[in-house]
């Protein structure tokens, strides 16, 4: 496989429904790094979120032939599957107990004066979960992981504008949730 390879989105979906083994590296090279971020700011655990990430590599090569692009990018797609996936996972009895269970680590008293900041970010994640899917990629990735609206419509492949528009929207609806 050549490293410099390139392809378009469309050479590389038709390279994929057709199983081609370096289209689905190059893939994966190219986007499991975001998928993962996503991915783990939802679950919160690294050995989780990589598990998840395998899963959702499965689920798109096995599902490759059923995007569209007609509907939107496939960097969109692929990341509405780990999302979807992310929180399938959260929700899972297994995940819910394994959270419980955790053991306090030593960290918690070198912690404990930032306890409201924290329940304060946890009460953020909550409402921004709320939103909708495209407003709480956003806002995740502007908040929670520092990205400008340049690299976040790079990253998304989608217009600077409606990067603009998404963040003022889920802003507002954000103020209205905080506010009730």
């Known amino acids: 496989m050549n490293p410099n390879q390139q392809y378009t989105e469309a050479e590389l979906v038709l390279l994929l429904t057709q199983r081609n083994e370096a289209a ?13 971020h996503s991915i783990l700011n939802i679950v919160s655990d690294s050995e989780i979120a990589a598990d998840t990430l395998q899963e959702v590599f499965v689920k798109i090569f096995r599902q490759i032939g059923s995007y569209d692009s007609s509907k939107g990018r496939l960097y969109t797609w692929m990341l ?23 053991s306090l680590s030593e960290t918690v008293y070198e912690s404990a004066g930032s306890v409201n900041i924290a329940s304060d ?16 990629v956003l ?8 990205y400008t ?30 506010k009730d």
């Open 24 to 36: 689905f590296s190059y893939l994966y090279d190219h986007y499991s790094g975001a998928l993962y």
């Open 80 to 102: 509405n599957i780990a999302r979807n996936a992310a929180i399938d996972t959260t929700r899972s009895k297994g995940f819910q107990k394994s959270q419980q269970n955790q």
């Open 121 to 136: 970010d946890l009460n953020l994640r909550k409402w921004v979960n709320q939103l909708k899917p495209e407003w709480s």
């Open 149 to 178: 609206q340049d690299e976040m419509a790079k990253m998304l492949d989608i217009p600077l504008g409606t990067v603009k528009t998404r963040l003022r929207a889920a802003l507002k609806e954000l103020h209205k949730l905080i």
């Open 139 to 146: 806002i995740k990735l502007a908040y929670f992981e520092g």
